[in-house]
């Protein structure tokens, strides 16, 4: 559901965080907002409900310029783990382009997360979108804990789905860019397939990745 104006020159895509309560869409958001270099995103907004935020915000200004003249924009948006939220999540889920799910790699979360994920598949229905089309990644955060769902036992259930799934603590601050950057890498396929991006616009996919370089490199410096 990409909102795009031709006339205008002018693309806004809307990326959201998705999983079970507490397991750290919100931290990775946070992060990445951190992370970001100041003239490179818009203010971080906070929708508080009962036990759960929704939080989003833009990166600013445009977060890419392709050599045709189309602006692009990202937003970034969470929402509400909490099943009586449910229609938030719908709400935030409408036009959606892409979905970072991020499960909770306790092992006492293993129900919660499938839990979750299904009502991912339900939700992204119900409002006319379909899970194997959109660009989709899985994290499974909080690796820093100690009783966490092995590694291998985590590819050989998800492998099957053809989702890439990386690994993350997102409160140090690991993981939180590769599981963004390899969300917009999925994205740009989508978004090259439809709008012609390399050859109507001249945006190549390493020009459209390159504004994530800044990122990284500072991530690394922390």
Do not use: C
Not at 26 to 44: A, I, K, S, V, Y
Not at 98 to 113: H, P, R, Y
Not at 152 to 158: A, F, S, V
């Amino acid at each position: 559901m990409i909102e795009y104006n031709e006339s205008e020159q002018r693309m806004v895509l809307k990326l959201v965080y998705y999983g079970p309560a507490m397991s750290g869409k919100t931290t990775n958001l946070l992060q990445l907002h951190e992370l970001l270099p100041h003239e490179g995103r818009g203010d971080l907004m906070v929708l508080d409900t009962t036990d759960d935020r929704t939080i989003y915000f833009d990166l600013l200004p445009f977060f890419i310029v392709a050599p045709s003249g189309l602006k692009i924009k990202i937003k970034v948006y969470t929402v509400p783990g909490q099943v009586r939220h449910d229609a938030t999540r719908k709400a935030v889920l409408q036009r959606t382009d892409g979905v970072a799910f991020i499960a909770d790699s306790q092992l006492s979360e293993s129900t919660n997360n499938l839990a979750s994920f299904e009502s991912l598949e339900n939700n992204l229905a119900l409002v006319g979108l379909n899970i194997d089309s959109l660009p989709l990644v899985i994290q499974f955060n909080k690796r820093d804990l100690k009783t966490v769902v092995e590694e291998g036992d985590i590819h050989r259930t998800w492998g099957p789905t053809g989702i890439p799934v990386t690994m993350a603590s997102a409160i140090n601050g690991t993981g939180v860019v590769e599981t963004f950057s390899l969300l917009v890498d999925r994205l740009y396929d989508k978004i090259d397939y439809r709008y012609r991006l390399a050859d109507d616009h001249g945006l190549e996919k390493g020009m459209f990745l390159q504004r994530m370089i800044s990122v990284v490199e500072r991530e690394g410096d922390e």
